[in-house]
């Protein structure tokens, strides 16, 4: 049995990411494909726009043959927490063979490379990144002047170090070398729009061009030929009843927060320093839209997506102290499963005699199965993050919030 895992967040899911599925489990002549998937808030510090239930049925119903969610930790921080939660978890599973993602550049050998310049750091390196960062550069531009200045010979493409697929490729790599783990990589050349193409050019368009289309044109019949058949069934089923659910919608719920933590402040929360923390405070009181919020807190060295993933953690009281704890005890504590197919019984069984964390599958039984309090603690705010989005679609669509203990994991 040979099985390939992806990273994902599906928000939403598209032509591309099924061809991305079909590919993986070809050129790696994979039998099952295993995807940890974001749940129901996203790296870009946003809730996702269809809930994870939707985005589960989604993916298995197009290749995938097991859905487990991401920890909110991980999947609402920055590439390299985001990677090495989501390795972590591939790699505990004691199953994965290969990780394939996409990229711009469609190089592994190319990536990889680069990717050890940023795991090794020589003193050269680290000179110029502390340069660039005194100098007010956020760090993954400092840490790309860095690598342009020392090892100018692994940029073919100048491109290379500023698309979002191939930023997240190299911290997937960081994170396995860093694991010295088993998993092979493979990556698949970007088919159809570019990463922040906003217009629908079928059969694949951008996830941010189908968002778009969603959020301003309010007619869903647009995005037909960019997903699907059965995933836009799904859609047209849910259309104004559970989504969508749009970065604005949390900003009601995130001023009450700002409101009642203002005078202790922010710098408890994950990635939130003293200068960041000051002017939230002294900014958000004047602010009645979330979007202005973020592009007035954004700065030269803090970028839109960095401001809108920091309020976010306000938001779902993701703290600092927890992350470190978490990193610290290798990442992740237990897989959590959102879906699966009923013929995935070989895959499942095979990860219960390997795996090295328990494999959830039912929540009411989760607490019982991880012997770790921190471990319980990242399950808590799980469920807790959940319940929000839930709080969202209610104050949104009027539908009676479901406890998500009550939610059965999806099987198709």
Do not use: W
């Amino acid at each position: 049995m040979r099985t390939v895992g992806i990273i994902a967040e599906y928000n939403p899911f598209h032509n591309g990411h099924a061809y991305q599925i079909a590919k993986a489990k070809e050129i790696t002549a994979a039998d099952y494909c295993i995807v940890v998937m974001s749940g129901n808030f996203v790296q870009r510090g946003t809730p996702a726009i269809i809930n994870k239930y939707l985005r589960t049925q989604a993916a298995l119903a197009n290749g995938a043959d097991l859905v487990i969610e991401l920890p909110v930790h991980f999947a609402s921080g920055s590439a390299e927490y985001f990677a090495s939660g989501a390795i972590a978890i591939l790699d505990k599973l004691g199953v994965t063979d290969c990780l394939c993602f996409g990229s711009e550049c469609g190089d592994i050998h190319a990536l990889t490379a680069i990717s050890q310049v940023f795991i090794s750091e020589n003193n050269e390196f680290k000179k110029i990144l502390k340069q660039q960062m005194k100098a007010g550069y956020s760090y993954p531009k400092a840490r790309n002047d860095a690598l342009i200045a020392t090892e100018p010979h692994l940029i073919k493409d100048p491109e290379l170090l500023s698309s979002p697929n191939n930023i997240l490729g190299l911290e997937y790599l960081k994170a396995l070398k860093k694991r010295n783990s088993r998993i092979e990589s493979y990556t698949i050349s970007r088919t159809g729009s570019d990463y922040h193409d906003t217009g629908l050019n079928a059969p694949y368009s951008s996830a941010l061009a189908i968002r778009e289309s969603i959020t301003m044109k309010q007619d869903i019949s647009l995005i037909k030929d960019q997903v699907p058949a059965a995933v836009y069934t799904a859609l047209l089923e849910n259309y104004g009843k559970t989504f969508p659910i749009l970065p604005e919608d949390i900003y009601a719920l995130l001023q009450y927060k700002l409101f009642t933590e203002q005078e202790k402040g922010f710098t408890k929360y994950f990635d939130i320093d003293s200068d960041f923390s000051d002017r939230l405070k002294n900014l958000f009181p004047y602010f009645t839209e979330y979007t202005t919020l973020c592009e007035t807190l954004k700065s030269k060295n803090t970028t839109y997506t960095k401001v809108s993933r920091n309020l976010l953690h306000i938001l779902l009281n993701i703290y600092q102290e927890d992350l470190d704890i978490f990193c610290s005890e290798d990442y992740v504590y237990y897989a959590r499963m959102l879906g699966f197919k009923k013929d995935a019984g070989p895959l499942l069984s095979a990860i219960k005699s390997n795996a090295s964390i328990p494999l959830l599958s039912k929540l009411a039984d989760a607490i019982n199965c991880i012997s770790s309090e921190n471990g319980k603690r990242m399950l808590h705010q799980d469920i807790e993050a959940s319940h929000i989005y839930d709080l969202l679609i209610h104050q949104k669509f009027h539908q009676n919030p479901q406890n998500e203990y009550a939610k059965p994991i999806v099987i198709v």
